[in-house]
């Protein structure tokens, strides 16, 4: 399955979060790090192998298009994406002085 979302994060920003989603202090979903570069993470989880990729919007709809794909129908990959499409609109609007 492919989870796809647009944000206003730049790529590297995008796999920061998903390495903070997947391995960090409080993880949604408890995962290791099996590859990566400067495009994409793949996590191995207790149930699946999940690939983010981030890279420039090729639709120009935003500054980076995101990817999670699994191989098994995985609810945390859809997960991901809907939260980083949630932390993206959030700094967008502090970034632009929303509240003030």
């Given amino acids: 399955m ?4 647009i944000t206003t994060l730049s790529p590297a920003e995008v796999l920061t979060e998903a390495r903070e989603f997947f391995t960090g202090r ?8 099996e590859s990566e570069s400067d495009s994409h993470i793949t996590f191995n989880t207790f149930r699946s192998r999940i690939t983010v990729a981030a890279f420039p919007d090729p639709r120009g709809e935003a500054p ?37």
């Avoid at 492919?2 to 979302?5: D, G, N, P, Q, W």
């Avoid at 991901?80 to 502090?94: E, K, L, P």
């Fill in 26 to 33: 409080h993880p949604i979903c408890p995962a290791s790090i």
């Fill in 64 to 100: 980076t298009r995101v990817r999670a794909s699994t191989l098994r129908e995985d609810a945390v990959a859809a997960r991901f994406v809907s939260a980083i499409g949630s932390v993206g609109r959030a700094r967008a609007a502090a970034g632009s002085g929303a509240g003030e």
């Fill in 2 to 5: 492919t989870h796809e979302t």
